[in-house]
């Protein structure tokens, strides 16, 4: 009996997990936006960086001053798409553009994707939004100087 019950709880978890695991539509959603936001970044995109982006996100880093003290640093949607605009990212020669992406998990109508660009990474939340996978969160760390 016992035996019965642990195999019937393991194929429910196992039911519900699939329930809400990732489909092929959506992992190509979520990682067509993630390479709008870093490809859009490194070409200067400004339109392509916006469309990745929900209008109220929230970017932020941790930085630590030379006291040990911690501040938190924020940017917003449209100081990223401006930055973008600006062409900051062009600065990073092609051949030393890095993107490698990973999608981290996902859950429903929230994921979780990891980008190790060249000089930082960033942790992406992103939503479904009126049906539409968009980024509404990033921490980011630099990488130490090499």
């Known amino acids: ?16 997990s699939t329930i809400h695991a990732q489909s092929a539509t959506d ?3 979520i990682r067509a936006t993630a ?8 070409a200067g995109d400004a ?4 469309r990745a982006l929900h209008p109220d996100l929230a970017k932020r880093i941790v930085r630590t001053g030379q006291d040990g ?7 917003t949607a449209e100081q990223l798409v401006e930055a973008t605009k600006g062409g900051y990212g062009k600065q990073t020669p092609k ?3 890095q ?4 999608i981290l998990d996902v859950y429903g109508g929230a994921a979780v994707v990891k980008i190790v660009a060249r000089d930082w990474i960033d942790y992406l939340q992103l939503g479904k939004f009126d049906g539409r996978w968009v980024i509404i969160n990033v921490l980011w760390a630099l990488k ?3």
């Open 27 to 29: 992992s190509a959603a």
């Open 99 to 102: 993107k490698d992406l990973t």
């Open 47 to 50: 339109e392509r960086m916006e």
């Open 144 to 146: 130490p100087q090499q």
């Open 69 to 75: 003290s911690s501040s938190l640093s924020h940017m």
């Open 95 to 97: 051949d030393e553009q």
């Open 1 to 16: 009996m016992r035996t019965t019950a642990v195999v019937l709880a393991t194929g429910l978890v196992a039911l519900a």
């Open 35 to 42: 390479l709008d936001y870093i490809e859009g970044w490194y």
